[in-house]
């Protein structure tokens, strides 16, 4: 795949692609400041579909709202591209914090600025991306996003994690930190780097996939809060938001 400025990507199974954005393909909410030519997201979507050689004509993304609930895509055929335009069409779908599809066409996106961006793939071109802050690890979103792929055909689950804020940087409270452990083990307790108690998301996401017979691999492995480049609520109150993508090309694994 072409390298496309601000954007870190991984292949997964099932001919499967995951696309990371950092701060410099601007804030991808809608109205977002983004470069380029029309919506920012569209933009990115755009580019980085194109580079894998896929054509994209829908970029679905759902109203987080920190929870557990799924949404899923409808298999193809997807509208083609409006009047031949190069931009995939927004279609902002209800409240869910993860987005299940198949098939080519569509990419599914969530947006973050800490909270873990969660891309799932299987061999059999079933995916996902999910959006997974504290309180939607709690609820079970990743378990639920897992449960909804296997529903659809999934069998190999994997899931690569994208930037996200890290333990150093996350100073949390014990109370919460309890409940957390309390579901996924003690593994997601840490210390901030003053040595403050911290919670480790990445280390959360990893038991979230376990507890779904699902398995990590490699994504970007960069904190958000102390990284160059990517926004961070916690650390900077940034309101902008990077994007994580999720798309097919079509190929088996």
Known sequence: MAPVEGVRT????????????????????????????GPALATL?????????????????????????????????????????????LAPAGAADAVVGDGTGVALCVLTADCGALALASPEGVFAAVHAGWRGLL?????????????RGATDVVGALGPC????????????????????????????SEGRPALDVPAGIAAAL??????PVAGVDVCTACGDGYFSHRARRDTGRQALLVWSVGEAA
């Open 10 to 37: 991984v292949v997964l199974p099932g001919g499967v692609h995951a696309a990371w954005s950092d701060a410099s393909r601007g804030d991808l909410r809608p109205g977002g400041d983004g470069p380029g030519d």
């Open 45 to 89: 979507a755009g580019a980085v579909t194109a580079a894998s050689g896929a054509v994209v004509a829908t970029v679905v993304r759902p109203h987080q709202v920190h929870g557990a609930d799924v949404l899923d895509v409808p298999t193809g055929p997807h509208p083609h591209l409006r009047h031949g335009s190069p931009l995939p069409e």
């Open 139 to 151: 609820a079970g979103v990743v378990e639920a996003a897992v449960d909804r792929m296997r529903a």
């Open 165 to 192: 804020i890290h333990a150093g940087c996350y100073e949390f409270s014990g109370a919460d930190l309890d409940a957390v452990a309390a579901v996924y083990g003690d593994a997601v307790r840490a210390t901030t």
């Open 210 to 215: 376990a507890r779904a017979d699902a398995r």
